[in-house]
């Protein structure tokens, strides 16, 4: 049956990979690095058969995607889940000639190794919490692909140093304006490199620039940076990391303004200026914006256009 136009893709998430490894390739060592990550694999390409007419010739069942995730997790070195995601998706574009286009999404755990008086362990690691570290690469036959990094949940604060004020007031605001509050967010972000995606070398970028994003949001240990508004420092931290990144082309961020209010301590006569206070996550403000390195690569990637982004 062919009744409407359509456009498909299909794959298999939530695939689950640990890998250890073994850097010294000695088997007396005991040092260990290791990898864990969920895998999301989408592909594209000459399948309409398979939903009009229920032709099951092009479907690579996913089943057979989730084991390779795990055979080119055994078969193929790498240092970062970047490289990883490119050798998946050429898998199956060498493999599978009606594919024409690879999604693959990966959410990396953070472990941290313990340090014991002073000393990193071999192989002992503590979990990370609920920052992730985030990949999206889009393999396409005719040459376009594309790699964006993340980060998701980077939770950072600033105790003083924010205000917000000067905005429109109307019958319906009961904000009151200040010079002093909390800044409380989850750094959600993404950054899509251009032409030349650092191959072998994206676990070292992505710390650079998640160590870009926590300095701008921080301003100097001594004394910090004043804040005006959430809008004004997630666009500081995108344009200089753009300065210092030229290999990326944009970033989008999302920063949740996770607010905390003043516990009202009056009715006990105790005054309380941002001292005692209470989060309250929902709801969060949501702030975002994407920052082009140029004009021209905004005209092509005008994210908030596509509004199924
Ligand atoms: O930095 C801020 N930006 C806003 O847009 C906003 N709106 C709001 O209620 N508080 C804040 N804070």
Redesign the pocket.
């Known amino acids: 049956m062919k009744d409407y136009p359509l456009n498909m893709r299909y794959g298999k998430s939530k695939v689950h990979v640990m890998k250890i490894i073994n850097p010294m390739n000695d088997e007396n060592s005991k040092f260990r690095d290791v990898f864990d990550f969920d895998v999301e694999v989408l592909l594209q390409g000459d399948l309409e058969s398979a939903y009009t007419y229920g032709d099951n010739t092009p479907v690579v069942p996913t089943d057979t995607m989730k084991n390779t995730c795990y055979y080119i997790a055994k078969k193929v070195h790498f240092d970062s889940t970047e490289d990883y995601a490119m050798d998946l998706a050429d898998h199956f574009l060498q493999k599978y000639p009606h594919i024409d286009q690879v999604d693959i999404k990966i959410e990396q755990n953070s472990w941290n190794r313990i340090n014991v008086d002073g000393e990193y362990h071999d192989h002992c690691f503590a979990f990370g919490g609920n920052e992730k570290h985030n990949c999206h690469y889009r393999a396409n036959r005719n040459g376009n692909s594309k790699m964006k990094s993340g980060i998701s949940y980077l939770r950072v604060m600033k105790a003083t140093q924010?205000g917000?004020e000067g905005?429109p007031m109307c019958d319906l605001t009961t904000?009151p304006p200040t010079k002093d509050r909390v800044?409380c967010t989850d750094i959600m972000t993404t950054w899509t490199y251009g032409d030349n995606p650092p191959k072998g070398k994206f676990q070292t970028k992505n710390m650079e620039i998640r160590s870009n994003f926590i300095k701008v949001f921080s301003g100097p240990p001594k004394g910090g940076e004043y804040?005006?508004?959430?809008?004004?420092?997630m666009y500081k931290m995108c344009c200089t990391t753009l300065k210092n990144h030229p290999e990326v082309d944009f970033i989008e961020m999302t920063l949740p303004?996770i607010?905390h209010f003043n516990f009202d301590l009056t009715r006990f006569g105790m005054d309380n200026k941002n001292e005692v206070l209470f989060r309250s996550d929902k709801p969060s403000?949501t702030?975002e914006c994407t920052v082009y390195k140029d004009e021209a690569t905004k005209q092509e990637n005008n994210t908030y256009e596509n509004y199924t982004r």
């Open positions: 924010s917000f905005y904000l800044f804040s005006k508004s959430v809008q004004e420092t303004n607010h403000g702030i």
